[in-house]
């Protein structure tokens, strides 16, 4: 599990409470019911109206996956490929059949079983390009998702407070009671704020980063499972591969 994500976000919050006690106040002063409810319920209302069902349900689905997200180790998956690489040139393709069911990546697996299954290797190439793009739209939509409702916390954090703020004219002949009226009506446009740059927007970004360093091991696989196919040299598969990691992440892996 990579623990930026719920580190980062936890360090931040963390930091702002203790910005409260150091202005000598209570954390539990900007604990308030009514304006986490209101911009918790009404960001979560205005997300759901500019998505479909299945893109919030999706979104809120993979959740687990993206925070419990652990980054793949490509030096892995290219020892692994180079490994098959040098089995199928001595054994041929057809002797890496349970190898392929042995294999934990899905993706490698499902694409191995098709090389060796016959698939031409343009019709290989595009059935596993197809797979990445589908992969990257699905995310897309779930980052976006999340993003959106980072763009609607901020404003519904506002109309909250207008609402307090309404509620505390009426209520102008009690003037010992509206100096903590008036604070509680700004504590929605904190929680609005908060929710916004320490929850949504985190979270739409780390997917998208996430996602992408899923599709680039994904594209790291179908060069391999191309090369594993041609019947390349083993050594070549690897020079190959390594190629398009990046370079200090070779330097790291070489050390």
């Known amino acids: 599990m990579d623990p930026a994500s719920l580190g980062g976000m936890g360090f931040a919050l963390a930091m702002v409470l203790l910005a409260i006690v150091i202005e000598g106040s209570s954390p539990m002063s900007v604990v308030m019911a009514a304006p986490m409810v209101l911009v918790f319920g009404g960001t979560l209302g205005a997300g759901l109206a500019s998505a479909t069902l299945r893109d919030a349900m999706r979104a809120f689905g993979s959740l687990k996956h993206w925070l419990a997200f652990r980054t793949p180790d490509p030096d892995a998956t290219v020892q692994t490929i180079v490994g098959l690489a040098d089995k199928a040139r001595r054994e041929g393709l057809l002797s890496l059949e349970d190898a392929a069911r ?113 599709a680039q091991h994904m594209e790291l696989a179908v060069e391999g499972l191309l090369a594993i196919q041609a019947g390349a040299n083993p050594r070549l598969v690897g020079q190959r591969l390594r190629s398009l990691l990046p370079p200090d992440e070779v330097k790291e892996r070489a050390a």
């Open 102 to 214: 042995g294999l934990e990546d899905d993706f490698l697996r499902t694409g191995l079983q098709a090389a060796i299954d016959g698939t031409d290797p343009d019709d290989l190439r595009a059935m596993l390009e197809d797979r990445i793009a589908s992969k990257r739209a699905l995310d897309r939509a779930s980052a976006k998702y999340f993003s959106t409702m980072g763009g609607y916390a901020p404003t519904i954090g506002i109309i909250g407070t207008v609402v307090s703020l309404v509620h505390v004219l009426e209520n102008l002949a009690e003037p010992s009671e509206i100096g903590h009226m008036i604070a509680g009506a700004f504590v929605a446009t904190l929680w609005g704020l908060l929710s916004a740059n320490l929850l949504w927007l985190p979270i739409g970004s780390r997917i998208t980063r996430c996602s992408e360093i899923e």
